[in-house]
């Protein structure tokens, strides 16, 4: 009984660990288009660096078939975009203000950040 009760306890931290406390390291965005692979329950990379001011093109490229995968939402930008099963959908920012823009699926299980410094 106290094994199952301390895997049980284990899972739960895990569980926290990878929904709010996990941060992966941010991949700073070159003159290069980057291109964001939506795919096994997640963007990659799913934390991206961007320079205030500038103009910035993402492209998205959804690998997974599940149905939350299919819109990219960026709510303080208000954009709403469709990714098509292994077709490359490229998305045109306008020069940010500093500040983090959160970037997730329908449901909020893919989830992505936009940081803009």
Known sequence: M????LVGVVLIALIIWWFWLYKPKAIELSEENLVVTVENGSYSPSHIKVSAGKPV???FIRKDQSPCAET?????????ET???NEVVSIQLPGLPTG???FHCQMQMYRGQLSVE
């Open 2 to 5: 106290v094994f199952v009760n």
């Open 57 to 59: 093109r993402i492209a």
């Open 72 to 80: 990219l939402l960026i709510p303080r930008l208000e954009i709403s």
């Open 83 to 85: 990714l098509p099963l």
């Open 100 to 102: 983090d823009y959160a």
